[in-house]
Nanobody, 124 residues
Framework: QVQLVESGGGLVQVGGSLRLSCAAS????????MAWFRQAPGKEREFVAG????????YSADSVKARFTVSRDNARNALYLQMNSLKPEDTAVYYC?????????????????WGQGTQVTVSP
C-alpha cells in the first residue's frame, strides 16, 4: 500500500515563503505523475502543480505559475513544493497526490493516492 505524508505547512506572513515536502512509501510505489492540490474552506479541491515522475515535466496552475515551483527526488521518493510570494488567497490545506494512470492532469479524479494534507495559512 502506498502512503503519502506531507510536511512543511504553517503560518506565514504575506510575501513569505514555505517549502512543502511529501514523503512517499510503499513497496509498490511507482507513480507516473505526482501533484499538489489545495482546498480552502468551503471550496473545491483544486490543482496547484504537478510533475511527471520520469522526465520531470512540470505543469502548474496559472494562479501559482510565477510563484510556486514543484520538484521531485526520485531516489528519495519525495515531492516538494517551493512557495514564494505567498498571498492570503493561498491559505488552504495542501495535499500531495500520486497517479499510476498512463495519463494524468489537473483533475483530482486522475490521482490514486492522497496524503492527509498540511495546513498553510498566510496572514495579511
Amino acid at each position: 500500500q502506498v502512503q503519502l505524508v506531507e510536511s512543511g505547512g504553517g503560518l506565514v506572513q504575506v510575501g513569505g515563503s514555505l517549502r512543502l515536502s511529501c514523503a512517499a512509501s510503499g513497496r509498490t510505489f511507482s507513480p507516473n505523475f505526482m501533484a499538489w492540490f489545495r482546498q480552502a474552506p468551503g471550496k473545491e479541491r483544486e490543482f496547484v502543480a504537478g510533475i511527471t515522475w520520469v522526465g520531470g515535466r512540470i505543469y502548474s496552475a496559472d494562479s501559482v505559475k510565477a510563484r510556486f515551483t514543484v520538484s521531485r527526488d526520485n531516489a528519495r521518493n519525495a515531492l516538494y513544493l517551493q512557495m514564494n510570494s505567498l498571498k492570503p488567497e493561498d491559505t488552504a490545506v495542501y495535499y500531495c497526490a500520486a497517479s499510476r494512470k498512463s495519463t494524468a492532469g489537473r483533475s483530482k479524479d486522475d490521482y490514486d493516492y492522497w496524503g492527509q494534507g498540511t495546513q498553510v495559512t498566510v496572514s495579511p
